[in-house]
């Protein structure tokens, strides 16, 4: 048990679920891996060792393209439903923030996502970087994942893993990834996609929002409730000058958090917004940390608009709504 409490205690992708690389703050891979128990026991946390590890079933990854165009569709993004803890958060009203997803790996909670078209979701690149696409399943329409008969849920199964070739599971360097779903969504007023951010916006001294089913503290509890927590996001120069080694923060990466405010464990994939009048865009994709809302280490997210072309690229089969 104290060898699990230091592992816990140490550099990490904010994961829930199957075997995953701890990084120590050197960037080195230690030995930690982290499982969720049976479905009865779903909110416990267990260090296991010599885990064997799934075989990968990946679809290749088309080349950045600046000159790709993609579709848009007639519809609407961004737009939350307004009626109405990740670290210092509070829970979300019913399906506020409708483009929110659930990656559910061999029937256990594993990592978050967005909506961006009616067939793929947006997640940590970490997050699928070692399952069988055959066990995905991604839930759209959800807030309470305890309640399995919220009528307006929907589960889908995955045709594509569509992961950043350049990946670094040492540095989690390009952590982005796309899953594309079996079939396609229907939007509804529950179901929305999430915008993606103009090439030239700079979220940087923006208040940043951050939802999700991650714990809601250091080695506490999975929230049963998608929950939200604002964060102020910091620059690259701000990230490079708090505790993490400067050469481990990159230009791909973005820092949002402050002590007692940050993602957490199972969080992982999930968005950083920020807000622009009524609308929504994703800035951020929750990748690592060290705990979880410690002074001096802010969440570390893949920053979006670095990968707007590798996007667009990979979108080319889908149409994107008009923002």
């Not at 030995?31 to 590890?53: H, M, P, W, Y």
Request: hydrophobic content about 35%.
């Amino acid at each position: 048990l104290r060898r699990a409490a230091r592992c816990r205690a140490r550099a990490h992708a904010h994961i829930e679920s199957e075997p995953h690389p701890a990084l120590t703050q050197s960037g080195k891979q230690n030995l930690c891996k982290v499982s969720t128990g049976n479905r009865s026991q779903r909110f416990l946390f267990d260090a296991i060792f010599g885990l064997e590890v799934p075989i990968l079933e990946e679809q290749s990854v088309e080349d950045d393209e600046d000159d790709t165009t993609i579709k848009t569709c007639s519809c609407e993004c961004g737009g939350s439903n307004q009626e109405n803890r990740i670290v210092g958060g509070m829970p979300t009203g019913a399906n506020r923030y409708p483009w929110m997803a659930r990656i559910v790996y061999n029937g256990q909670f594993h990592c978050g996502a967005s909506l961006l078209t009616k067939e793929y979701v947006l997640t940590a690149a970490h997050c699928v970087k070692k399952l069988k696409r055959s066990k995905i399943r991604v839930i759209l329409g959800d807030h309470d994942q305890t309640i399995t008969t919220e009528s307006a849920a929907i589960m889908r199964a995955v045709t594509a893993i569509v992961r950043h070739r350049n990946f670094d599971a040492v540095s989690y360097n390009n952590d982005i990834a796309l899953l594309k779903l079996r079939k396609p969504v229907n939007f509804s007023r529950i179901i929305k996609p999430v915008c993606l951010p103009p090439p030239s916006i700079d979220p940087s001294g923006k208040e940043g929002l951050v939802v999700g089913w991650g714990r809601l503290s250091e080695g506490g509890q999975l929230p049963a409730i998608v929950q939200e927590v604002r964060v102020p996001i910091l620059s690259l120069t701000q990230c490079r000058n708090m505790k993490y080694r400067a050469t481990r923060i990159t230009t791909n990466m973005i820092c949002a958090g402050r002590a007692s405010t940050d993602s957490c464990q199972g969080d992982s994939g999930g968005p950083l917004l920020i807000q622009t009048g009524d609308k929504f865009q994703i800035v951020g994709i929750v990748s690592w940390g060290v705990g979880c809302g410690r002074p001096g280490y802010p969440g570390v997210y893949t920053r979006i608009t670095r990968y707007l072309p590798w996007l667009r690229a990979n979108l080319r089969d889908s149409c994107l709504c008009e923002d």
